[in-house]
């Protein structure tokens, strides 16, 4: 079992995962005021939360799209677990083929979307991140990463909105079969979250018309589950794909068979 931890703009996803199963799945906050040890207390809480025997973990991987923070979380994984982990970027061999104009600039975690959507959906894909961005990654029949598109996400729409129209406010992010509001706050749900579903459903019917072939469509991170049930197209939800890719990393720089 190793701890596999993804460090994102808004949220920190941390986990345990073995060959056999995820054991849980839980969401920190990002917080660049806080030291090593703060983040090291977090980690420990919730890992004995679940229960967790620090003494059966054998290593750790992090992915960061926090480049200021990567170190502070190092420093704390190493606190907790007394080995150091794994950092995504930091000379890993992914077994990706990234077929971009800069592939450096890719995002960690899309990288690491990718390599599980291989593994454990097979290639044509499109892989749906559903996080402070909204990200769509290309994955051709050849299982190389060809592109993709980056959105604000709903949380941030949403609160660029109510921090620059005077009348508009923060709402709940549910779900909603109506599309017509009677409302201010049904309005916003509608344009927001059935927005979100409609933008997803257009995005892939392009992708796949400029591909020339249809593809899975996974969804994982943040909102997903509340704006993907929305979607007409078919999209598998998977919110332990990115540990599934951090593990697979794992194993393979550190010999390990990937099952």
Do not use: W
């Not at 199963?21 to 703060?38: A, I, V």
């Not at 971009?100 to 749906?128: C, F, R, S, W």
Request: net charge negative; hydrophobic share 45%; with cysteine.
């Amino acid at each position: 079992m190793i701890l596999a931890i993804d460090m994102g703009n808004t949220n920190i996803v941390i986990g345990c995962i073995d060959d056999a199963k995820t054991y849980f799945t839980e969401r920190l906050s990002t917080d660049k005021s806080k030291t090593d040890l703060e983040y090291a207390m977090a980690f420990k809480t919730v890992l004995e939360l679940y229960a967790i025997d620090i003494e059966k973990l054998e290593g750790a991987i992090i992915s960061s799209v926090v480049p200021p923070l990567e170190n502070v979380l190092v420093r704390a994984v190493e606190k907790v677990i007394g080995k150091t982990p794994y950092v995504v970027g930091k000379n890993l061999d992914t077994g990706l083929t990234l077929k971009m104009d800069k592939p450096k600039t890719v995002g960690n975690d899309l990288i690491v979307d990718a390599v599980a959507g291989i593994h454990e959906y097979k290639a044509p894909l499109i892989i749906i991140d559903m996080g402070t961005a909204t990200t769509m990654s290309v994955i051709d029949q050849d299982a190389n990463y060809v592109g993709g598109i980056i959105a604000p996400g709903v949380r941030l729409s949403m609160e660029a909105l109510a921090s620059t129209a005077a009348q508009l406010y923060k709402v709940s992010l549910e779900g909603s079969d109506v599309v017509i509001g009677k409302n201010t706050i049904d309005c916003m749900k509608s344009g927001l979250i059935l927005g979100a579903a409609c933008m997803l459903d257009g995005l892939i019917e392009r992708m796949e018309e400029e591909l020339g072939y249809s593809t899975t469509v996974i969804a994982t991170g943040g909102l997903s589950k509340v704006v993907v049930p929305l979607c007409k197209r078919k999209i598998i939800l998977d919110d332990a794909l990115l540990l599934k890719g951090l593990k697979i990393i794992y194993d393979r720089n550190t010999m390990k068979e990937v099952i």
